[in-house]
């Protein structure tokens, strides 16, 4: 048993229509905070494993917000072998990979964090008006992703398609997606 910081603005996705209505900075810090949390956890060499908007807490503390990432009882180690087609999670959070039965990768999280970042454009979550089906899945699978909300800046769009990449070995590492964050938010490439 865990016993965790009360997190009195609940999870991520009761917040989006106020975070969407952040600037681009408040945005970009909370992403920061978010990937910081899974890299802490594949730093202990585990994967989330159902990595997605219901399991990030949000407590603001002085309209400062501190995030939290719940739900570690599917964490697995990174070596751990899974049983084939031992699927967990949220459709439209699951990585391609997933879908079709290969075994969870900190990769795997790293595309559940794209549709996250996702949401932080579009203030819903992904494929909300589609039901999480087998059709949905094959979609997934096929390379449908979410549609770029029109304004979102290029640099952080970039970043973002990275993450979703249809081969896992493309996406970046937890350590480049720290880095893109932190040059679209604080370094010369405004994201606004």
């Known amino acids: 048993m865990a016993v965790m910081d009360y997190a009195n603005e609940g999870n991520l996705r009761g917040n989006l229509t106020r975070i969407v209505k952040n600037d ?34 949000n407590h603001n503390d002085k309209n400062k917000d501190k995030i939290y990432i719940s739900d570690l009882g599917l964490c697995q180690p990174v070596k751990s072998f899974m049983k084939k087609y031992d699927i967990n999670g949220v459709i439209p959070f699951m990585a391609p990979e997933v879908l079709r039965g290969k075994p969870y990768t900190p990769a795997s999280d790293i595309y559940s964090f794209s549709m996250i970042m996702w949401e932080f454009t579009s203030g819903i979550p992904p ?43 493309k996406r970046p590492s937890i350590k480049k997606q720290l880095y893109g964050i932190y040059k679209c938010n604080w370094v010369q490439q405004p994201c606004y």
């Open 24 to 57: 681009w900075n408040q945005k970009l810090y909370m992403l920061y905070e978010i990937i910081s949390g899974l890299s802490r956890i594949h730093g202990e060499k585990l994967i989330h494993c159902d990595f997605h908007d219901g399991n990030i807490l």
């Open 127 to 169: 494929f909300i008006n589609r039901a999480h089906d087998l059709q949905l899945s094959l979609s997934i699978c096929k390379g449908e992703r979410p549609e770029i909300i029109e304004n979102t800046p290029q640099c952080y769009v970039n970043l973002m398609k990275k993450c979703w990449n249809e081969d896992p070995l």
